[in-house]
Structures are given as structure tokens and as C-alpha cells.
Nanobody
Framework: QVQLAESGGGLVQAGGSLRLSCAAA????????MGWYRQAPGKQRELVAI???????KYADSVKGRFAISRDSAKNTVYLQMNSLKPEDTAVYYC???????????????WGQGTQVTVSS
């Protein structure tokens, strides 16, 4: 079973910074990508940033230039450095892993429990 443990959320003033971490544990055979999504009240979950095994990264337009995703493959951990935070960044942030678990032949999506990020104006 694959489990994702997130940390680093909290309350910050506009213009501030936060760093989210997500560590994956379990019988992971292969990781295709790790990334972050967020969901604000009344809105759909949206992609924030993703880092793929191929070494490519993708960001939502709204966070480009402010957020940076990085990954420590040896630790199966992904980070999200969030700078110049805005009130509209307020949401629950979810870690996502797409990969193959031991005993399976196809990749699946795994999700963390979510961590709250609140940016005050």
C-alpha cells in the first residue's frame, strides 16, 4: 500500500512563503510523476505543479514564477516552495503520486490527505 504524508501548510500573510513536503512510503515499484494539486472552497481540484520521471515540470499559469517544485528521488519526496503568496492561493493542497505499486502492472494515482494553506490579506 502506498501512503503519502504531507507537511508544511499553515497561515501566512500575503507576500510570504511556505514550503510543502510530501513523502511517499510503501511498495512503490516505479514513479511516473509526483505533484501538487489544490482545491479551494466551492472550486474544483486543480493542478498546481507536477514533476515527471522524464525530468519535466509543469505549473499552473497562476503560480508560474512564484512556486517551484522539486523532488528527492532517493527519498521519494516532493517539495513545493511557494513564494509571494496571494490570498487566492488559499486552498487545501494535495500531494499526488502516479506510479506502479508492487503486485500491479499498471500505474495508479495516489493522494495525500491534504494540507491547508491560508493566505491572509
Amino acid at each position: 500500500q502506498v501512503q503519502l504524508a504531507e507537511s508544511g501548510g499553515g497561515l501566512v500573510q500575503a507576500g510570504g512563503s511556505l514550503r510543502l513536503s510530501c513523502a511517499a512510503a510503501g511498495s512503490i515499484v516505479n514513479i511516473n510523476a509526483m505533484g501538487w494539486y489544490r482545491q479551494a472552497p466551492g472550486k474544483q481540484r486543480e493542478l498546481v505543479a507536477i514533476d515527471t520521471r522524464a525530468g519535466t515540470t509543469k505549473y499552473a499559469d497562476s503560480v508560474k514564477g512564484r512556486f517551484a517544485i522539486s523532488r528527492d528521488s532517493a527519498k521519494n519526496t516532493v517539495y513545493l516552495q511557494m513564494n509571494s503568496l496571494k490570498p487566492e492561493d488559499t486552498a487545501v493542497y494535495y500531494c499526488n503520486l502516479n506510479g506502479v505499486e508492487l503486485g500491479y502492472n499498471w500505474p495508479q494515482d495516489y493522494w495525500g490527505q491534504g494540507t491547508q494553506v491560508t493566505v491572509s490579506s
